[in-house]
């Protein structure tokens, strides 16, 4: 168990460019979480997957963000047209659905910055 | 809708002092409450959690309580040291099972001198 990997971890972009992040989740985790931080602050729910089902957006994910785990397995975040203020860690966790309510496993995140 | 309030940081001790990270919440139905904790340059790690009221969650010499009545889940420790430098995160979880997104403070960080 290598715990949850994201990728890459840090990226610079420039504005109105798209970017697209990877997560792996824990291998027998079927709930897999995207969430947004900025600085000084804490992470913001973006979305979540039971499998490759997505089963809630958050407000904050705009029409330029979209997620995808198609197989079930890993997640992909991408972030179309970006703007400087998508700037953010974003974080990606999973968890057992029966375990849901007993905590997730985080990612080191992806730190974007948009210049 | 819910939300969770912490106190502002930075917090700073000395070593071997005694700890405490206030965290307040708003919720409806029944959360489940969490303390993580980010050391510089990594991911959140879940620090420790309760699941209904009275519940106490402890880990490594960190405990707190989920007090319903006073909608609190309130950070201690009674001994800190220097590796406890980090920021501390108070959430909670939807009550519906864990299916919604956790709620998450602003975040208290925390110095240790020696």
């Known amino acids: 168990d290598t715990g949850v990997s994201q990728d890459p971890r840090h990226k610079i972009t420039k504005r109105g460019q798209n970017v697209t992040f990877r997560c792996d989740p824990i291998?027998?985790?079927?709930?897999l979480y995207w969430y947004r931080q900025t600085l000084g602050q804490g992470p913001e729910f973006l979305t979540y997957f039971q499998n490759e089902a997505q089963l809630e957006k958050s407000r904050l994910l705009s029409n330029r963000f979209s997620a995808e785990r198609p197989k079930g397995s890993f997640s992909t975040l991408e972030i179309q047209r970006t703007e400087q203020g998508d700037s953010a860690m974003y974080l990606c966790?999973?968890?057992?659905?029966?375990?849901?309510?007993?905590?997730?496993?985080f990612g080191s995140g992806t730190r974007l910055t948009v210049v | 809708g819910n939300s969770v309030t912490q106190m502002e940081g930075p917090v700073t001790l000395s070593e071997e002092a005694f700890l405490t990270i206030n965290c307040t919440y708003t919720?409806?139905?029944?959360?489940?409450l969490f303390w993580y904790v980010q050391y510089p340059g990594e991911g959140l790690q879940l620090l420790l959690k309760?699941?209904?009221?009275?519940d106490k969650g402890s880990n490594k010499g960190f405990e707190a309580t989920y007090r319903k009545e006073t909608t609190s889940f309130h950070l201690e420790k009674g001994s800190v040291q220097v590796s406890d430098s980090a920021v501390y995160f108070c959430a909670l979880g939807g009550a519906g099972g864990g299916a919604d997104g956790l709620t998450f403070g602003k975040g208290t960080h925390l110095i240790i001198q020696p």
């Open positions: 291998s027998e985790h079927n709930r």
């Open positions: 966790a999973s968890s057992l659905v029966s375990r849901a309510n007993y905590g997730y496993t």
């Open positions: 919720a409806t139905g029944y959360p489940s």
């Open positions: 309760a699941t209904k009221a009275d």
